[in-house]
T-cell receptor
Framework: NAGVTQTPKFQVLKTGQSMTLQCAQD?????MSWYRQDPGMGLRLIHY???????DQGEVPNGYNVSRSTTEDFPLRLLSAAPSQTSVYFC????????????FGAGSRLTVL | TQLLEQSPQFLSIQEGENLTVYCNSS?????LQWYRQEPGEGPVLLVT?????EVKKLKRLTFQFGDARKDSSLHITAAQPGDTGLYLC???????????FGDGTTLTVKP
């Protein structure tokens, strides 16, 4: 059972470039989410989804797009990367019902020059 | 936006000492989770608490949920170097709600 898989693990971009961070889970979780983690600021929610075809904004959605075409996948797109988006990104998933227990991926470290 | 405040932000202690980490909010949560994160990895669940006043024990770790379900504490007895890591609390106000995270407590246990 792979859990939550994120790719790539590391990425360096130039300002203005675009890229997609991939996230896949094999636990049939309805809920999927993306967080960014910056030093001293904990985890901040970017976007989340409660099921295929449904997405919503979190605390810090600007500069990021998401889509949820399948239950398993929840990619995060940066259309025009900025240095302020340098961070570690985590994808997390859980069942919609029951306690809010998230399973996290290993993270993707993004540097924007 | 519901806020969770963790204290202290940093904690450095000697092996064998006891410590308590606090997670406080002005909001009520239906459940609260504690996670531990090691460098280069994602957070991993330690415990979830759902009932006001609930106490859960995980070996040397004791977790308590406040009676009003607005706060929680994590107490570690006889800390060991293997306890070193970032401890995060997270809460949500409904079972389908978004999880809000505290800023974390970085614990270093020196041999």
């Amino acid at each position: 059972n792979a859990g939550v898989t994120q790719t790539p693990k590391f990425q360096v971009l130039k300002t203005g470039q675009s890229m997609t961070l991939q996230c896949a889970q094999d636990m049939n979780h309805e809920y999927m989410s993306w967080y960014r983690q910056d030093p001293g600021m904990g985890l901040r929610l970017i976007h989340y989804s409660v099921g295929a075809g449904i997405t919503d904004q979190g605390e810090v959605p600007n500069g990021y797009n998401v889509s949820r075409s399948t239950t398993e996948d929840f990619p995060l797109r940066l259309l025009s990367a900025a240095p302020s988006q340098t961070s570690v990104y985590f994808c997390a998933s859980r069942f919609v019902t029951g306690a809010n227990v998230l399973t996290f991926g290993a993270g993707s470290r993004l540097t924007v020059l | 936006t519901q806020l969770l405040e963790q204290s202290p932000q940093f904690l450095s202690i000697q092996e064998g000492e006891n410590l308590t980490v606090y997670c406080n909010s002005s909001s009520v949560f239906s459940s609260l989770q504690w996670y531990r994160q090691e460098p280069g990895e994602g957070p991993v669940l330690l415990v979830t608490v759902v009932t006001g006043g609930e106490v859960k024990k995980l070996k040397r770790l004791t977790f308590q949920f406040g009676d009003a379900r607005k706060d929680s504490s994590l107490h570690i007895t006889a800390a060991q170097p293997g306890d070193t890591g970032l401890y995060l609390c997270a809460g949500a106000n409904t079972n389908a709600g978004k999880s809000t995270f505290g800023d974390g407590t970085t614990l270093t246990v020196k041999p």
